[in-house]
Nanobody
Framework: QVQLVESGGGLVQAGGSLRLSCAPSGRTVSGYRMGWFRQAPGKEREFVAGISWNVGSTCYADSVKGRFTISRDNAKNTVYLQMNSLKPEDTAVYYC????????????????WGQGTQVTVSS
């Protein structure tokens, strides 16, 4: 079992930036793909970004390309989501995801989820 802990959410004005972090509690995620999803009120959870274990592959939703960057520090066992040029429509609960599958765009099921961190972008 992998427990993922997110941090870094908050309230920011449109055009601002935030960096989210996700780290597993109590174990390494060596060999795991990791990613971020988000869920806005009244909407389904949607994929945001994913990254492979060796950092060789990344994938982004069209809505965040050019504004968000996913990265990971395997020595620190942590994945990050740098969010720039934030828009009110980016407001959502952001979830970290991880497992040993291979699709960096997370088009298949996800084994492990974090509890989520709220990101609110004011206009």
């Amino acid at each position: 079992q992998v427990q993922l802990v997110e941090s870094g959410g908050g309230l920011v004005q449109a055009g601002g930036s935030l960096r989210l972090s996700c780290a597993p509690s109590g174990r390494t995620v060596s060999g795991y793909r990791m990613g971020w999803f988000r869920q806005a009120p009244g909407k389904e959870r949607e994929f945001v970004a994913g990254i492979s274990w060796n950092v060789g592959s990344t994938c982004y939703a069209d809505s965040v390309k050019g504004r968000f960057t996913i990265s990971r520090d395997n020595a620190k066992n942590t994945v990050y989501l740098q969010m720039n040029s934030l828009k009110p429509e980016d407001t959502a609960v952001y979830y970290c995801a991880a497992d040993r599958r291979w699709d960096m765009c997370f088009s298949d099921k996800v084994d492990y989820w974090g509890q989520g961190t709220q990101v609110t972008v004011s206009s």
